[in-house]
């Protein structure tokens, strides 16, 4: 439970957010007029149609051999500045858009009080994703509800008081932009509107009912109800937008919005709600977790205000809930039928968001759904998958146009129109490794489900097409004999080299997951044979360097007083596979982690969590959660680049999921990075690859009960001090719960 004594004056700082996937909703509280800013996910400027033209950051004319006259002063000169590379392949960004602010909803409530009552308290309740505001006034008791549902597609609200008659309001729509017209006729508000850069039609419609009282339309727009004893909406919203390449324009949403506000609006408002608590509760209440915190009677904000990143119980109530609140925003930002996560979840209050609220895919989207499948909210990538489906079309083309080659590829951000070009923001516009790191989920929701129909459908061809852009673009070495990517670029540090870390350990990564999965899937054996050869060519992207350090650059380039805020040549660390704990490598990446330092903005300190934890350091991850609370996590808990920026939430989740259970060698690795701070506590719920849900308590910093459900039958191994010998390993049946204990050793 998130709460406050006084409403929210600050849409990023204060106000609390809901959502449903494609519907986000910001509550402030007010008592005068209540704002709720609203989002519907595909709004979008920029795209086809857009005024400024659109042509996906393709190249505009051909450049024949200009990646090639990169790459041969780079194996010359070693260094080429990002200036003078973005100058020869990158160009100027054209219709890029972004995303918008559906508007407002103000709820106008004559008689409110002007000052906040003492009894005043604006609450969040993770549990139900449901918002609340209470108060007493002039000995009247007033209660207002929010929430979003995904299974009836709307944006829900009620008004009550427990006076007889004493409900009157007056519901309005307000929007930054004047490209709409609003009506009220009956019970119901109409917003029609297309914006004015691309044409998008978008609309929502608004009804409402009351108990008791009068409702009005009235001519300006706005509805009234008078003198009720409750009144409760229902609000729906849609665009035309859809994700088919090239042009993302389907059905005018007038129909669909109607037909959806309609039948919400049939079911009365105790049976929307019932409908949506129960479909929220069978995400969010698979995971518990208990790290012996004190819940305090303190509000929300100053709970943050007073965290030391110590051992007290108020400190870890505040990391509990923090916990949970990043699995909370996960689930009301990216459901099925929806766009993923972006930037900001699904909320933006603005038409100029701070980076669009785009895709950021040199590690933000990807982040987002790091938590996704280990705390156990698989559902939530259902989004992220159809994404990345719908960006291989134009990343084809790309490939061909701009590297003459297979495949497909996608650079440093993307929209939701098929943007997989580059632009010239010098540090910024090259990563077409990001198309690879994008298999890399989907990868993983195999390896955590086990669905071959899952590989064979959704995540094998996309791996495959990757694989195939860098078979085609990988380019020998002349200084070792080595396949490197190049020109390669560590994100947004350094200069163009061949060969960064990180770029070679993403490929290797690839091919990797690639070559176990046409395994599996018997795909033909001259493919598995080209990706087999090709690995053992590749630079592993792994080099130790004069100080101890793992490189960032294959040049030992990197400076121990460097505190970059990306640690990119840590990926093979986390998240991913290549780097084992207790290795030489693990060593050197200690090195480097330990000489970058704890600042950094709020996801840079989200990943050093699950960088610490995969290094078995709970203490130090635990730090840097602490440092993420301290300093980067707004009163809202919001995580803060600056700006509010929501990836953070979603890592910082990951990271503590790391530190209690770890299965990415394909055992199941139980409290890996206990902190000291947190000895005795439960969890449940916590999800491993191999397909077991899993359950632990422990005491004094060590297990004394696991308990393991099989999703699948196979072979599992279970590591952990309180196990004979420290591990087991046996032939699981789906359906069957494992059990062990201090006392039993097996059960």
Known sequence: MLWYTTPAADWEREALPLGSGALGVMVFGTLASERLQFNEKTLWTGGPGSAQGYDFGNWRAPRPGAIAAVQEEIDTETRIGPEAVAGRLGQPRVGFGAYQTFGDLQLDVPGAPTTTPDSYRRALDLGEAVATVTYTHQQVGGQREFFVSHPDRVIVGRLAADRPGAVTCTVRYTSPRTDFTATSAGDRITVRGELADNGMAFEAQLRVGHRGGALTANADGTLTVTDADSAWFVLAAGTDYADTYPDYRG?????????????????????????????????????????????????????????????????????????????????????????????????????????????????NLQMNYWLAEAANLAETTAPYDRFVEAMRAPGRRTAKEMFGSRGWVVHNETNPYGFTGVHNWATSFWFPEAAAWLTTQLYEHYRFGGSTDYLRTTAYPAMKEAAEFWLDNLRTDPRDGTLVVTPSYSPEHGDFTAGAAMSQQIVHDLFTNTLEAARILGDVPEFRAQLTDTLDKLDPGLRIGSWGQLQEWKADLDGPTDDHRHVSHLFGLHPGRQIEPGSRWADAAKVSLTARGDGGTG???????????????????????????????????????????????????????????????????????????????????????????????????????IALTASRSRELTVRSGLLRGGE???????????????RTGAS
Do not use: C
């Not at 039948?263 to 608590?277: E, I, M, P, Q, S």
């Not at 290094?615 to 509010?644: V, Y």
């Not at 049946?733 to 059990?739: D, E, I, L, N, S």
């Open 728 to 742: 087991v390993k046996f032939k699981a049946v789906a359906g069957r719960k494992y059990a062990w204990g201090a």
């Open 251 to 363: 059905d005018d949403p007038h129909a669909k919005v109607t037909q959806t506000v309609d039948d919400a609006f049939g079911k009365g408002y105790a049976t929307l709600r019932a409908r949506h608590v129960a479909d929220h509760r069978a995400l969010f209440d698979r995971v518990a977790l208990d790290i012996r915190a004190a819940v305090p009677d303190v509000p929300t904000d100053r709970l943050l205000a007073g965290y030391t990143g110590g051992t007290s119980a108020t400190d870890r109530a505040l990391e509990a809930l923090f916990f949970q609140y990043g699995r909370y925003l996960l689930i009301a930002s990216s459901r099925p039928g929806s766009l993923p996560a972006n930037l900001q979840g699904v909320w933006n209050q603005s038409t100029s968001p701070p980076w669009s609220a785009d895709y950021h895919v040199n590690i």
């Open 603 to 705: 996801w840079s300190k989200a990943w050093k969590i699950n960088f610490w934890a995969r290094l078995r350091d709970g203490d130090h991850a635990h730090k840097m959660l602490g440092e993420q609370l301290k300093s980067s996590t707004l009163p809202n808990l919001w995580d803060t680049h600056p700006p509010f920026q929501i990836d953070g939430n979603f890592g910082a989740t990951s990271g503590v999921v790391e530190m209690l259970l770890q299965s990415q060698y394909d055992v199941i690795e139980v409290l890996p990075a206990l902190p000291s701070s947190w000895p005795d506590g439960s969890v449940r719920g916590l999800r491993a690859r191999g397909g077991a849900t899993v359950d632990i308590d422990w005491e004094a910093g060590r297990p004394t009960r």
